[in-house]
């Protein structure tokens, strides 16, 4: 609206808005005719009047002297008092203005001023006078300067302890000021009158408001009209402001504030405001007249009656000028409707409302028929240190008090700011919604109650915040580490692969209780969070303005992170929740930006805890700060030092180090997903997922062990059964043509169609087969009839998605089945022979000479090469699936299998090892055939009697390159007791073909008609084993031990030339088959006997319930079975075959155990 903007210096309003001589001369500069101050600044300075004044400048408010009368709190409480005004006790109760024993109040003479002699009688100069008059007003007392305003320079003293030191903080926020001292009054409402007045005498008011809800005795939220009073006494209030304002000659709009008290209905002189209020909305909403327009007609010299919003108010007409008697109006006025104000603060309300400054990143509010509201700020805008907490105010209009509180909750529900620092909407939104605020409970003390009691905004869900500050704080990371890593290879430096991690472990204080979540990375936009074992997935997308949408359990929401320097500020939806991060005692922080003003303990001095250390400002407001703990305080800072928020002011040596904060850890887990609705997704669908979490697990967005092999394990049986489902292509095929609905012709979709219904009719035939060349010719038939390029362009651009998938089928299921293999086959294979080739930094360097345009290829590569192992689990897994469901396959899939076999590093030495002894069993016999071969070659071994061995014919089985060991087993158990004994001499002989075995005894355990079948095997380690010690005592020899109850066939194969005597790195084991868990149970102890030095010298007996529990229990055998031999027979070596009704798994298996080695699976 301005024609012309000045700018003014910066810092605070003394340099600039509360400066007179400032303004006054760019008035004269510029050459304006008038100047209107708003509120606040110099608004309530009577030499901004004066000096406009002396130099032809109309002043836009109340004449200086009535400023000086009634602008000042002193000397407004001794008009009042003079007017006959109830006031509350004070230290100016008494003093009024006498004139030769005359009443003022009683003449039509103008008080222009009040005398100094007068005014100071009613002044408090030090700290011990206030203390001389708080003890006749009698505490609580309220320490107030006379030009404070807006909660600054005002504190109340509870007792003389702390009046010193608040008088002190009053006298620093408003310095130079004259300060009084007040009686407090407990449960007040805090009520104004709005003036309006005229230059020709007269004065009128506009209703009135109530702004009892306060802290720090600042407003917070305002009303109108008031309501907690009765008509006839509200209107001896308003009587009482008018005859103030005419009996001072006041001009302009002004407010005059009371405290009422509801108990016995009285009401006391507060102040008088002589400028217009911040809340002035609120007044022109009920009584429908423009007062800053009223503002500037009254200073243009026209008269209340004149003015057309006045007229209507009074019910005249607005085109007549005929004077009105306002004290005796025919027409009372009445307020339509009601309105609710809210001040919007830079303020955390967690925190006592203590105010920050910071930038603004966001600022969206709607305005609408019944809602209005203004800001001072607007998005990457910011509030400075210098500046008000206030920059915004809302006000909702209903037809009644609780339609006007709907709609601004509504309201503030929608507001969205978003910055540095928090604001008090939503403590606003709970204060609306509280029962005593319905029911007009209130008192200027409510909200300092409150506040004390740590009445807080509604929060979100603790657990959501924990996910959602996860989330924020991973996200972040993980892109700052591959961005600085990209960097870092732009630059020609090439990083640690371990600096890309997607893996992050986050900890969160909330409540004083600490959450410990591993959060990572699955994908782009996938996450998955771990809790104590408990386990949360969801989906995340980054928008442009920070925020991130996050998706879990079945809910989306919109979220913000702030992060400062002790803390997490997170804002969900419309809700806040703040994590602290961990906190130490002893470094002393600055809370907010400000500057320190004094310490109020010596340095080197000892606090106490919740003890006063020093005062900071922040924002025109002075803030105390506390000790956390109790210790011995070092400064850093000095006096008068500007403070950037968490700036560290002092340094704390604990009296007591244990006093550090001491958490309490959740230990819960995430609570199930009880009411999500379980999605039913179609195949082509569940293929797609499968996919995609394949494809992200060899792009390195693997989750941790141990869910990554069981999610991968689940993931692998998934895709391959729905890749061999034959309703897949038909799905898929029903997709692209529901894509593509209206832009195919209709007898190409006709003729599509007619296939797929024959296929579906037939689906479950063996030799039905997906019509992928049928349907490629009807699309090749449609297309020869186009005789135009243009019109074959445009059909074949639109049956692209159909010629694909026919592609992709033309082979039939089975054959996309393969070629779903090898693309996963490669995908790994392509990344992993980047590595092969030197060591780390030489491949990388290869990379960027190839990506020298694009580092995030080279970034990808790395990242996924890292994870390595977890990708060498997926590729095994998927080929363990091939071989067992698809033993086919595995011939047609050679040749990227023979690639899998050329990886010649020791990371993917597991992989190319499962895809050589693949490439081997695709070219073995089958399983029964050598089963078969095996059983005859026992059998030929034995004499016409079966009592003898021919060792000639076992020894093809030792020296065999084929495969056995799956099949060997099976004779463990055979009918024929001397194959039983020779299938355990070729498997222990096979078994340690690399060592120097030298001694085999066959023995039987148990009584006479249940004997089980022993074997005993004594060896040397090789001369290059790790474990062999040289000089080690022999242990003795097994066949000390022998009993000779049975055949004896061990030495068929021995070497005399090994000399158990000569070899001193001897071990020793037993091997043994069993029908069932019982049976070895029982022989358990029989076994052990069996060796050479076992039991120990002083040894009783053995208690192995242990053991056998842990290897009964079905939950726990399968992953516990070999931890439990482990931990009770490593060192005594019993070798194991179970067979029969308890099976460990479902085909045989056994464990064979050496002493003084470990227990190895076979």
Not at 140 to 151: C, D, E, L, Q, Y
Not at 288 to 303: F, H, S, T, Y
Not at 868 to 889: A, R
Not at 1097 to 1104: F, K, Q, V
Request: net charge negative.
């Amino acid at each position: 609206m301005a024609d012309q903007y000045v700018p003014v210096p910066g810092g605070s309003n003394n340099n600039n808005y509360a400066n007179v001589d400032l303004i006054v001369d760019i008035a004269r500069r510029v050459n304006v005719q008038a100047v209107w101050a708003g509120w606040g600044h110099a608004s309530e300075n009577p030499k901004l009047p004066e000096s406009l004044r002396k130099h032809g400048i109309q002043f836009l408010g109340p004449p200086e002297h009535a400023m000086w009368s009634l602008g000042d709190k002193i000397a407004s409480s001794i008009v009042a008092e003079t007017a006959g005004v109830p006031t509350l006790p004070w230290s100016g109760s008494g003093i009024t203005l006498r004139n030769g024993g005359g009443d003022p109040a009683d003449s039509k003479e103008i008080i222009t001023t009040v005398p100094d002699e007068i005014y100071k009688k009613a002044c408090v100069d030090t700290a011990e006078d206030g203390l001389r008059v708080s003890l006749v007003i009698g505490y609580p007392v309220m320490i107030k300067a006379s030009g404070g305003g807006g909660g600054k320079g005002i504190r109340k003293s509870e007792g003389p302890e702390d009046f010193p030191a608040l008088f002190r903080q009053v006298q620093a926020e408003i310095p130079g000021s004259p300060i009084f001292i007040m009686k407090y009054a407990h449960s007040a409402r805090h009520l104004e009158v709005q003036l309006l007045a005229d230059t020709y005498g007269n004065a009128i008011s506009l209703f009135g408001r109530d702004c009892s809800i306060q802290r720090r005795h600042q407003k917070i939220i305002e009303e109108a009209p008031v309501t907690i009073v009765s008509r006839e006494m509200f209107r001896e209030m308003e009587q009482a402001a008018v005859r103030l304002a005419k009996m001072v000659g006041y001009v302009s709009a002004g407010t005059v504030e009371y405290l009422y008290m509801p108990e016995d209905d009285r009401f006391y002189f507060l102040e008088l405001n002589p400028r217009l209020q911040v809340e002035h909305p609120c007044t022109e909403m009920v009584a429908d007249v423009n007062l800053p327009a009223a503002q500037l007609q009254i200073a243009m010299g026209i008269p209340l009656h004149r003015i057309k919003d006045i007229r209507a108010l009074y019910q005249h007409e607005s085109w007549t000028n005929n004077p009105i008697d306002f004290d005796n109006s025919f027409a009372i006025p009445n307020p339509k409707g009601h309105v609710i104000a809210c001040r919007i603060t830079s303020e955390n309300p967690d925190e006592g409302f203590k105010p920050s400054s910071g930038t603004v990143q966001e600022l969206n509010f709607r305005s609408t028929k019944n809602v209005w509201g203004y800001f001072s700020v607007a998005a990457s805008g910011g509030l400075h240190e210098f500046a008000d907490s206030q920059f915004g105010h809302c006000f909702a209009w209903g037809e009644d008090r609780e339609d006007a509180r709907e709609n601004m909750v509504v309201a503030l529900k929608d507001l969205c700011i978003r910055g540095d620092f928090r604001t008090t909407v939503e403590y606003l939104v709970t204060l609306l919604e509280t029962e005593t605020f319905q029911n007009n409970d209130v008192d200027t003390g409510w909200l300092d109650r409150l506040i004390s009691e740590k009445v807080q905004a509604e929060k979100p869900d603790a657990l959501l915040g924990v996910i959602c500050a996860g989330l924020h704080i991973a996200d972040t990371t993980i892109t700052n580490a591959f961005q600085t890593f990209q960097n870092s290879l732009e630059r020609g430096q090439v990083l640690p692969a371990s600096t890309l991690n997607n893996s992050i472990d986050v900890e969160l204080i909330y409540d004083g209780v600490k959450y410990a979540v591993q959060v990572t990375k699955m994908g782009i936009t996938n996450y998955l969070l771990v809790l104590n074992n408990s386990t949360k997935e969801a989906e995340v997308h980054r928008l442009k303005d920070g925020c991130l949408l996050i998706s879990v359990e079945g809910a989306s929401h919109s979220t913000y992170m702030k992060e400062e320097v002790d803390r997490y500020r997170i804002i969900i939806g419309n809700k806040t929740c703040v994590f602290e991060k961990e906190d130490d005692p002893t470094l002393m922080r600055a809370p907010s930006a400000g500057k320190l003003l004094n310490y109020v303990i010596e340095d080197g001095g000892r606090v106490i805890r919740n003890q006063p250390y020093a005062e900071i400002e922040v924002m025109k407001m002075v803030m105390t700060l506390s000790a956390s703990e109790s210790g011995t305080i070092t400064y850093i800072k000095r006096a008068g030092a500007v403070l950037d928020c968490g700036a560290v002011i002092a340094k704390l040596e604990l009296d007591d180090p244990n006093r550090a904060k001491n958490l309490e850890v959740f230990r819960d887990p995430f609570p199930p997903n009880v009411d999500v609705p379980q999605q039913v997704d179609k195949l082509n669908h569940v293929v797609q997922k499968c996919r995609a979490a394949v494809d992200q697990a060899l792009a390195g967005y693997a989750s941790p062990e141990p869910y990554f092999a069981r999610a991968t394990q689940d993931t692998i049986e998934t895709l391959m059964r729905s890749l061999r489902d034959p309703h897949l292509p038909l799905l898929e095929l029903h997709e692209v043509i529901s894509s593509v609905f209206g832009r195919l012709p209709q007898a190409v979709e006709r003729a599509i169609r007619g296939q797929l219904q024959h296929y579906a009719s037939n689906i479950t035939s063996v030799l039905c087969q997906f019509p992928s060349q049928p349907i490629a010719n009807i699309i090749d038939s449609y297309a020869a009839t186009l005789q135009k390029r243009s019109d074959r362009d445009v059909f074949f651009l639109n049956t692209q998605a159909i010629v694909q998938l026919v592609q992709r089928y033309r082979n039939g299921v089975r054959g996309h089945l393969k070629s779903v293999i090898q693309e996963v086959l490669k995908k790994y294979l392509d990344v992993e022979m980047m590595f092969q080739h030197g060591h780390y930094d030489k491949c990388v360097s290869k990379l960027m000479e190839k990506h020298k345009n694009d580092m995030s290829e080279v970034v990808a590569a790395i990242f996924s090469h890292g994870q390595v192992q977890k990708k060498n689990v997926l590729i095994i897994t998927l080929i363990d699936h091939l071989v067992s469901h698809e033993p086919g396959l595995a011939d047609e899939l050679s040749p990227i299998l023979n690639e899998l076999t050329t990886l010649g590093k020791s990371e993917n030495a597991k992989v190319a090892l499962k895809a050589r002894q693949v490439l081997i069993s695709a070219h073995q016999p089958s399983y029964e055939l050598r089963r078969n071969q095996v059983e005859s070659i026992f059998l030929s071994a034995i004499d016409m009697y079966g009592r003898n061995f021919h060792p000639e014919y076992l020894q093809k089985l030792i020296d065999s390159e084929t495969s056995i060991f799956d099949v060997l087993h099976d004779f463990f158990f055979h009918m024929n007791t001397i194959v039983r004994m020779a299938s355990y001499e070729v498997y222990i002989r096979r078994a340690y073909i690399a060592y120097g075995l030298y001694c085999l005894q066959h023995r039987t355990i148990g009584h006479r008609g249940a004997e089980n079948r022993v074997l005993q095997f004594q060896f040397n380690l090789p001369s290059s084993h790790p474990n062999r010690i040289m000089g080690e005592p022999n242990h003795g020899s097994i066949a000390q031990k022998a009993d000779h109850n049975g055949p004896l066939i061990g030495a068929l194969l021995d070497d005399p030339a090994l000399d158990p005597n000569t070899h001193c790195c001897s071990r020793f084991g037993v091997m043994a088959a069993f029908n069932d868990f019982e049976e070895y149970k029982n022989s358990f102890d029989k076994l052990l006997a069996l060796y050479p030095a076992f039991p120990p010298e002083g040894h009783i007996g053995h208690d192995h319930s242990g053991l056998f529990q842990t290897i009964e229990d079905p939950q726990s055998r399968r992953g516990s079975l070999a931890a439990g031999m482990r931990n009770c027979i490593a060192t005594e070596g019993t070798c194991l075959i179970f067979q029969g009704q308890n099976h460990i798994r479902s085909q045989n298996m056994f464990f064979k155990a050496v002493s003084h080695a470990k227990i190895t699976p076979d």
